[in-house]
């Protein structure tokens, strides 16, 4: 059993001794056993959240995505219109943020 703050977790080890005595692949006293023995666990470290990787990259590939359709549709020549879109997609980035830290904050 691990102990995380006060809380007591049953790791991937114990976990995997359950379920193979419950299916009959291991008989109880081969169980305790194996339970008994000690082993040195690692501690686990903070990672970079996968979640917020995951939305970033999400976020850069449908900005990539719109500008190659504006261009695409645009011609050779965007000009104007296509200064205004980027403006445009610069707008709502920051009033997203924006409305995200209200929420965060509220």
């Known amino acids: 059993m691990r102990q995380w703050g006060s809380v ?3 790791g991937e080890w114990e976990i995997g001794l359950n ?3 419950d ?3 291991i008989d109880a006293e081969l169980r305790d056993r194996l339970q008994a023995m000690e ?3 690692e501690t686990q470290t903070a990672r970079f959240p996968m979640r917020i990787a ?3 990259l ?3 590939l449908l900005v990539s995505a719109g500008f190659a359709v504006i261009v695409r549709v ?3 020549d965007p000009s104007q219109v296509l200064i205004a879109a980027v403006l445009l997609l610069v707008a709502a980035i920051a009033e997203g943020v924006a409305w995200v830290i209200r929420r965060a904050k509220a």
């Open 54 to 56: 995951l939305i970033v």
């Open 8 to 10: 007591a977790t049953v």
């Open 39 to 41: 082993f040195e666990r």
């Open 74 to 76: 645009l011609g050779d």
């Open 23 to 25: 299916r009959g692949i």
């Open 19 to 21: 379920v193979a005595h």
């Open 58 to 60: 999400g976020a850069i």
